[in-house]
């Protein structure tokens, strides 16, 4: 496999997707030359600001509220490791091993630009933890997205340093333990390093990259089963007709109903012209106007993480001029998550209502009130002695009522710290989290979504004939339903089939195999 190959500009959200997922079998993870370069040549200009005695923030000063604090040359490598066991305070469940191996990644990519003054072999050792598959136990909760994401990222250092915890082959052990079983030396800390490691984006960042990834995932899940849905209740596409679509150009928008329209291609389950029922309800026509403005949020998340994958988020940053040599060290605020933050938020809120509008089709497909008597109340023969899929509305309303809940943006609310020195932070692991459970809940109404207009199609298919044929995309979808969820006759034991369906939602499986079929219509 082709290694994927470091130098602060150039990572991609497929890359992560990649190494976080991959493995094993991941492609391994390597520094350019350039890279290495400029990683060597900052740590030796920290070298030089100790021998000068130069005052530099981090680097020979305390952090936070202690900025001022001045600390003895002899005292210099404490004060990193300090850094890294006194903010490892993190608290609640530990990452997936796929977003602690994102976490790695970024965080050294953002090392890899040459600003940061960690040595050469000090970020070699955290690639070598990446590629050999020491994952450092990291808890989701205590960052404030700024200064970053200390908490977490000082959990993933303490492992680099032969402390904390690592999942190693599947077994959780002590960090110099989990080191010492991949070979690995751990890393005694020279001056600028435990700042370095700790004090950056990479946590939101890599949940930002996995969740934006799986939102667009989601959303092309959402527009296979919006068409399910509209044949199953004998809908009309002609809503999604292209001349309607340009008087108001949105371009995701268009790309959307120009997907709906290939999916729904040679349907014989759609409804042509009838001017006794000329439209459908709002849950139904106006699919590409609510899943287009979904990808768009979904873009513009995509466009921030892209940018903040390839961006140095640290603090102080170290500058040397190519003709005088000069180094100049700068104190800025690249740390703070504000992109990340609102990003996640809108991002959020986005699926959330991709998640509403799936639970209305739910409801319009087991009311029979509000399907004209199309199908029978609750997808079932027998209403009475069989609930059918009354109560899988239920729970769709649940999961969609609960997003709404973790759709309050996580953005505008700000609490200061550090004696009120970091007085504005971001919130922006806090939103992105909120964003992971969102998208976890739209999976599951997806699925709900996609059972319920299977078990629609089934019953309309005994009025319209077995000849009756499924849109171009929308067959495959049902057939892949179909080979894992029977169509209920009667009530039976149903959440294993949820699953099972959730199963092809996550995986990818059911766009992969929609696909096929149809072209996937995204960007413009």
Not at 188 to 206: I, S
Not at 416 to 442: K, Y
Request: hydrophobic share 45%.
């Amino acid at each position: 496999m082709t290694p994927i190959i470091l130098d602060g500009k150039t990572l991609t959200i497929d890359q992560v997707i990649a190494v976080a997922y991959g493995q094993p079998g991941a492609p391994k993870v390597e520094l350019s030359s350039e890279a290495e370069a400029k990683v060597t040549r900052a740590a030796q200009a920290v070298e030089q600001l100790l021998v000068r005695g130069e005052v530099a923030y981090g680097i020979t000063t305390g952090f936070g509220a202690f900025k001022d604090r001045i600390i003895p040359p002899e005292q210099v490598k404490e004060l990193q490791r300090n850094i890294i066991v006194s903010h490892s305070v993190g608290v609640g469940q530990p990452f997936d091993i796929p977003t602690t191996r994102a976490i790695m990644l970024i965080r050294a990519n953002t090392l890899a630009r040459g600003h940061s003054g960690i040595r050469l072999a000090t970020l070699q050792r955290l690639l070598d933890m990446l590629n050999t598959g020491v994952h450092p136990v990291i808890p989701e909760k205590g960052s404030l997205g700024a200064s970053g994401d200390l908490a977490p990222l000082a959990h993933m250092s303490l492992v680099l340093i032969g402390e904390g915890e690592a999942d190693y082959r599947g077994q959780r052990l002590p960090g110099a333990e989990a080191m010492r079983r991949a070979d690995l030396q751990p890393v005694l800390l020279a001056a600028k390093e435990g700042l370095a490691l700790t004090n950056g984006t990479a946590v939101m960042c890599a949940l930002g990259a996995l969740e934006s990834y799986r939102a667009r995932l989601l959303s092309r899940v959402a527009d296979i089963a919006g068409c399910l849905s509209l044949e199953a209740l004998h809908g009309t596409p002609l809503a999604f007709d292209v001349r309607i679509q340009q008087l108001r150009p949105y371009p995701r928008q268009l790309n959307c109903a120009n997907y709906l329209r290939v999916l729904l291609a040679d349907s014989d389950f759609t409804r042509h012209h009838d001017p006794t029922n000329v439209q459908d309800a709002y849950t139904l026509r106006c699919i590409p106007q609510v899943h287009g403005a979904v990808r768009d949020a979904i873009a513009y998340a995509r466009w921030v993480i892209e940018i903040e994958l390839n961006s140095v988020t640290d603090n102080p940053l170290i500058f040397i001029d190519d003709a005088t040599e000069e180094i100049t060290v700068l104190s800025g605020g690249n740390f703070h998550g504000e992109p990340l933050a609102i990003a996640m938020d809108y991002l959020g809120m986005a699926m959330t209502e991709l998640g509403n509008i799936s639970e209305r089709r739910i409801m319009r497909l087991t009311d029979e009130g509000s399907n004209a008597q199309t199908l029978p109340a609750f997808l079932t023969k027998q209403g009475g002695l069989n609930s059918g899929f009354m109560i899988t509305q239920y729970t769709a309303a649940a999961l969609a009522t609960e997003n709404k809940v973790l759709a309050h943006p996580a953005s505008v609310d700000t609490i200061p710290t550090s004696a009120n020195v970091e007085d504005h932070v971001s919130m922006g692991c806090t939103a992105a989290l909120q964003t992971r459970q969102i998208n976890s809940n739209v999976e599951l109404i997806l699925a709900i979504e996609l059972m319920a207009a299977a078990q629609g199609i089934d019953f309309r298919r005994e009025i319209l004939g077995q000849a009756a044929g499924l849109g171009r995309g929308t067959q495959p979808a049902y057939q892949l339903i179909r080979e894992r969820v029977p169509f209920l006759e009667k009530d039976a034991v149903i959440y294993p089939y949820i699953e099972a369906v959730r199963q092809l939602v996550a995986t990818g499986q059911m766009v992969v195999t929609v696909n096929k079929y149809v072209q996937d219509i995204w960007e413009v």
